[in-house]
């Protein structure tokens, strides 16, 4: 008799070993009734297998109280997946067989679940002193003066997280504080979050979501999106400075009077969030359809074109009509699939706007709560230009020549003398409101009124 288990009555008379020899030969294939009449087992048993006693491992012990381990006779053909697991004979814990690619069910038992908990806990701590040991050591911070205006802004958009607490990191893009996105994709979000960190403006927090980085790669970062930021920036001498104090300053420069020196990168971030809120719009729309949008780099040469003349809003309108055809190219097994029909969205809206300049119409669209307005976006319109919702409703292009141009740029460039003596004209339109830049052997220029950029090589004449 085993020390751990009675032995029902109908199989007092058996040995261990002629126990163990009925069960293999049932788990072989032969009957039970067979089975229970050569062994001389009642008539009246009707299950061979409640009958036989529980298996005690001669090898698996309980981790805490040192006692062999049991499981239930399983029935012939059960898989073992869905076998008994071993139960220690004292306390809750098991231990399951290997399954399937050699997996295994973790146990749940108290002691389990305590080990498990100082094993992650034990795991978070190595964790931790290994972002420390990346992260930890401060960088010098980056002098206020220093800054563009679009790393301005963008360090604005940050630290208007919707965080009330106000701690000295900035939330997550992914906080659930915050209401709306940096900017219009998650892909140009994390774009401007790699090119702050890279500048130095911005420091990871070294009480960020470890799960945010690549533990396998030296903790590089794999998502910029949960990851804290520390703002390092010195508004006066060497220091970084506080939370508020950055964000006062910054607030107090971007809300007032705009500058001369803000010229080119403010009219690159009116057409780049312009571009990239039409761009996720095509894509919404392809993805109503079940289109996968391959045709990505033909429809940013496409909307950069179009928003000279047309509004976002207005594109809006050309991309559900490109779309609407596209799909009906599909439907109609005109098209060589459904890239070949996403394809032509880009030709499509270039066709309709051509018609729309020929016979000069204009059809706008409302907002879609499905390309929600950005904080970047918020902040340009409404605190820097105060000028709201003419990021939408107004053409970027038409808004700059005449408007911005006008109000906040012409008089500076005719009262700078070095402007006044700059004999360089756009090769397209004549305009002198053009940016130049140069190098030893190129110089390179921007007209800031029909859009081209022109460059011109210098030569040297060899000698004989």
Not at 55 to 75: E, F, G, N, T
Request: glycine share 4%; with cysteine; net charge neutral.
């Amino acid at each position: 008799m085993h020390p751990y288990f009675e032995r029902a009555e109908e199989i007092a008379h058996l040995s261990d070993d002629q126990i163990e020899q009925i069960y293999q030969r049932y788990l072989d294939g032969e009957k039970s009734a067979a089975l229970l009449a050569e062994y001389q087992i009642p008539a009246t048993v009707r299950s061979l297998l409640k009958v036989l006693p529980p298996i005690v491992s001669q090898d698996l012990k309980c981790p805490y109280c040192d006692v062999p381990m049991w499981v239930r006779r399983h029935a012939r053909g059960t898989p073992i997946s869905q076998r008994h697991p071993y139960k220690c004979i004292r306390c809750e814990h098991r231990y399951s067989a290997s399954a399937r690619h050699g997996r295994r069910m973790a146990c749940t038992c108290p002691a389990c679940c305590q080990v498990h908990q100082q094993q992650l806990a034990a795991q978070a701590e190595r964790d931790r002193r290994e972002l420390e040991s990346c992260f930890g050591i401060p960088s010098p911070a980056v002098p206020y003066s220093t800054l563009g205006f679009v790393q301005k802004l963008t360090l604005l958009a940050l630290l208007d997280d919707g965080n009330a607490n106000h701690p000295e990191w900035i939330a997550p893009l992914s906080a659930t504080s915050r209401s709306e996105h940096l900017a219009p994709s998650v892909e140009a979000s994390e774009e401007r979050l790699k090119s702050l960190h890279e500048a130095g403006v911005l420091a990871v927090a070294t009480s960020s979501d470890i799960r945010a980085f690549d533990r396998t790669e030296g903790c590089t970062i794999s998502d910029y999106c949960a990851v804290r930021w520390q703002p390092n920036v010195a508004l006066g001498g060497v220091a970084r400075c506080n939370r508020e104090s950055l964000y006062l300053t910054l607030y107090q420069e971007l809300s007032g009077d705009i500058q001369v020196a803000w010229k080119s990168e403010l009219y690159g971030l009116i057409f780049d969030l312009a571009r990239e809120e039409s761009l996720q719009y095509i894509r919404v729309l392809a993805n109503e359809v079940s289109f996968s949008f391959t045709a990505e780099a033909r429809a940013e040469t496409v909307v950069g074109q179009l928003l000279q003349d047309f509004s976002v809003s207005q594109l809006y309108y050309f991309a559900r009509l490109a779309v609407k055809n596209a799909a009906h190219f599909y439907a109609t097994g005109n098209s060589k699939g459904r890239s070949h029909a996403s394809n032509t969205i880009p030709r499509n809206m270039l066709g309709t706007a051509q018609d729309a300049l020929t016979r000069n119409w204009r059809k706008n669209a409302h907002r879609d709560s499905r390309v929600p307005q950005s904080a970047l976006h918020r902040l340009l319109y409404d605190v820097v230009l105060k000028d709201s919702g003419a990021g939408f409703s107004k053409s970027p292009g038409m808004y700059w020549r005449d408007e911005l141009v006008p109000q906040f740029f012409s008089r500076a460039a005719f009262d700078s003398d070095l402007l006044g003596h700059l004999r360089l004209f756009c090769r397209e339109c004549d305009s002198s409101n053009i940016d130049a830049s140069m190098d030893k052997l190129i110089l390179k220029t921007m007209c800031y009124d029909c859009a081209t950029v022109s460059k011109f090589r210098a030569f040297e004449e060899l000698p004989d």
